[in-house]
């Protein structure tokens, strides 16, 4: 096994038991991300429901077509914006420092290449994870 992936598992279970019970229970309502009870079906239900319902309630709501992209469903952050939303939602305060700096270093500066047995490509630059 890798050293990436034990880091990665390591990283996983260090979000789920500590990084998610700190934040505040309004920014995960309508998460559905890294919930055992939650999945990408579960958000396309929910989203399907609460349209219905707006256009059912609301007598000023009429819908001739609706398109939607649903490929933010698996979207990507970039690691910089993830940092700075952690500051912001005061995550540094609630954690030991050597965490936070440990967190930053580890999705900072990283790449990624491809090893065949025809070779090795370039290293590229990872900037973003999936959420």
Known sequence: ?????TITSFFILFVRDY???????EILANQFAFWPTRSTT??????THNVAELLEESPYM??????????RAFDTVPHLLLLQKLQRYGVHDQWPSYIVTWLANFITDRTQAVVTHAGTSIKLAITRSIV
Not at 1 to 5: E, L, N, Q, Y
Not at 62 to 71: A, Q, T, Y
């Open 19 to 25: 990084f998610f019970p700190s934040l505040p229970n």
């Open 42 to 47: 579960a958000a396309l239900i929910s989203f």
């Open 62 to 71: 009429r819908c001739v077509g609706l398109m939607v992209d649903f490929s």
């Open 1 to 5: 096994m890798s050293k990436t992936v």
